[in-house]
Antibody, heavy 122, light 107 residues
Framework: QVQLVESGGGVVQPGRSLRLSCAAS????????MHWVRQAPGKGLEWVAV????????YYADSVKGRFTISRDNSKNTLYLEMNSLRAEDTAVYYC???????????????WGQGTMVTVSS | DIQMTQSPSSLSASVGDRVSITCRAS??????LAWYQQKPGKVPKLLIY???TLQSGVPSRFSGSGSGTDFTLTISSLLPEDVATYYC?????????FGQGTKVEIK
């Protein structure tokens, strides 16, 4: 079935780096734009980044621009989020999500992973 | 950037009540609006896209309306399983901003 599985979360010190992965299955990964969305403990959803299906375009929320990098490997059906210079305010559950439409870029988010927790703390 | 404002932030209603949640965009977003339901401890679920199109498998008691800057999510007859936080999200262009959420509880 259609599935997204995140991994790579954990506890990291402020200023350090972490890379999240999102493994996709059950659909043609290379046909869909992919997003990262995060949710701080007890807070609402915050959109983080998007990457076009072919990796040609990437966009970020202002809160992570210059620190986070979204990428994908369509041969491995995997989405990534490289997070550098981490701050306490980056502490959140990070979800990867797939666009609704084939070739979708900015789009409703139809399929979500279960999330991976990132805690930034000394 | 366009801001998305939901109201109310929370509501308490009785089973069977008609419940409405509003979402206002600070600029015209046409019908590029989605609604999500997030039950406690669960992953967000797409309910409605294109402002008024019900996602497959979503009960017909949910409906969406609006265009431009003002949107509404309506639950026609509230059930206990509808206890959740509901989010709107605009997707006309980046950033795909979410509203702050509306928590729905049973009275």
């Amino acid at each position: 079935q259609v599935q997204l599985v995140e991994s790579g979360g954990g506890v990291v010190q402020p200023g350090r780096s972490l890379r999240l992965s999102c493994a996709a299955s059950g659909f043609t990964f290379s046909n869909y734009g992919m997003h990262w969305v995060r949710q701080a403990p007890g807070k609402g959803l915050e959109w983080v980044a998007v990457i076009w299906n072919d990796g040609s375009n990437k966009y970020y929320a202002d809160s992570v621009k210059g620190r986070f990098t979204i990428s994908r490997d369509n041969s491995k059906n995997t989405l990534y989020l490289e997070m550098n210079s981490l701050r306490a305010e980056d502490t959140a559950v990070y979800y990867c999500a797939r666009t609704f439409y084939v070739w979708g870029t900015t789009d409703a988010l139809e399929i979500w992973g279960q999330g991976t927790m990132v805690t930034v703390s000394s | 950037d366009i801001q998305m404002t939901q109201s109310p932030s929370s509501l308490s209603a009785s089973v069977g009540d008609r419940v409405s949640i509003t979402c206002r965009a600070s600029q015209d977003i046409s019908t590029y609006l989605a609604w999500y339901q997030q039950k406690p401890g669960k992953v967000p679920k797409l309910l409605i896209y294109a402002a008024s199109t019900l996602q497959s498998g979503v009960p017909s008691r949910f409906s969406g309306s609006g265009s431009g800057t003002d949107f509404t999510l309506t639950i026609s007859s509230l059930l206990p399983e509808d206890v959740a936080t509901y989010y709107c999200q605009k997707y006309n262009r980046v950033p795909q901003t979410f509203g702050q959420g509306t928590k729905v509880e049973i009275k």
